[in-house]
């Protein structure tokens, strides 16, 4: 009986914070990234959030964009920094990391010299690098 009232108390306490209010603060639209990957948001030496989107971007080697990578500022302000064009990478699928070196890390799962993903970098300015290409061989 003990677990039942503890398994009644934690769902009215779970019903209670399901009522938070969320508000927009912005939207992707397809030019400037879309499906962003949120569950891994890097918070850079400026005080802003870095993720990338897995399609969108305004490059057109990719039918719905090869995405992009994005800051929302601590005012409000969503920016697209760098767009994937399929030679430097396609639909990263993950987030960021920050290096010690203030560069921002992370891979795609295609694109590509080989064609099967990448490990990129970022210059804090949005400058895109490719670090490696990956190649899978039968």
Do not use: W
């Amino acid at each position: 009986m003990k677990n039942l009232r503890q398994c009644i108390l934690l769902l009215f306490a779970s019903t209670a914070l399901c009522g938070q209010t969320f508000t927009r603060l912005a939207s992707f639209y397809g030019a400037n990234g879309s499906q962003p990957y949120f569950e891994a948001l890097v918070q850079g030496k400026d005080g802003s959030l870095y993720g990338t989107t897995e399609s969108g971007g305004n490059s057109k080697a990719c039918k719905n964009g090869c995405g992009t990578i994005f800051r929302f500022t601590p005012g409000g302000t969503l920016e697209s920094l760098a767009s994937f064009d399929q030679t430097d990478g396609a639909s990263p699928y993950a987030g960021l990391i920050l290096g010690t070196d203030g560069e921002y890390y992370g891979m795609a799962y295609a694109g590509g010299t080989g064609g099967d993903g990448t490990v990129f970098k970022m210059s804090p300015a949005g400058a895109l690098t490719s670090l490696h290409s990956f190649s899978y061989l039968v």
